[in-house]
């Protein structure tokens, strides 16, 4: 039997005297990132604050074919709500519109998908986060030179995925004003912290200067810093990244800690994606919005402290 990665968390409702028991289905595009655990834990949090919901989570593990034999087994299972975070924008589109046509409710939550099978879109902008993110390098540039010129690595997450898409969109659009910033390397990590580290200390080896990385998300970043670090140059460029977690080991502490010069806030969306789901379960007649729209929030020294008290 092929093993599809389901149930790796599972919320177990009581009878509830008899009311109605709504089985809710999300599938994850990886458990590896600390941004993904977080939404899992949150997602757990929140959806067990209602008794007559049991959550299922499945873990794709970055693998297009999994995540489709994920949600292929949830659909066979006829969930009431089926809330999918995409690995990849395209492979599991097709599974997702299998998903309506039978009726069951979908949430697309975060990554977007490249036809909108889905009921609702829940996420933030991820290409004003990259202009965002354009907008801060080019001004740190500016004061560093007296103009906007320097080098920068792109450390880029997995291909194909909306957010990396964006993140490096956005950014590039900004650069493309200053002909004076070059992006020197662009290597692909995956998202993943260890995988950044070594395509970083490959770039350190082939570029003599760099005076900015911008990790697309933070683990990337931290990584990038690791490995610069490590050769002892950490300080003669500045590292950027996205996602802007809480905890010890979160993107404001490593602003914070002056290994990261900004991050830029991705919300989980899990507290909005519960809300409307909950109300799409409970409300007969509650129609969501196609898509809803999280804002997003810059992490710099300034306000670092203040934002990781509120964590």
Known sequence: MKRTGIAIACLLACSCGGKKQFFVAFSQANNAEPYRAAQNALMTKLWGQHPDVRLVISDAQQDNSKQIGNVEAFIRQKPDLL??????????????????????PVICLERDVSLPNYTTYIHSDNLEIGRAAGVFIADYLKKKYGEAKGNVVSMRGLLGVEGEINRDKGAKEVFAQYPGIKIVADPVADWLQDKAKDRMAEVLRAQPHIDVVYGHNDPMAIGAWIAAHDLGVQNEMIFVGVDGLGGDSGGIKKVMDGVLAATFVYPLCVDKAVEIGNRMLHEPGFRPEREYVIPSTMVTKENAAKLYAQQ
């Open 83 to 104: 809330i999918v975070a995409p690995n990849e924008r395209t492979a599991v589109t097709d599974v997702m519109r299998t998903a309506l046509d039978q009726q069951i």
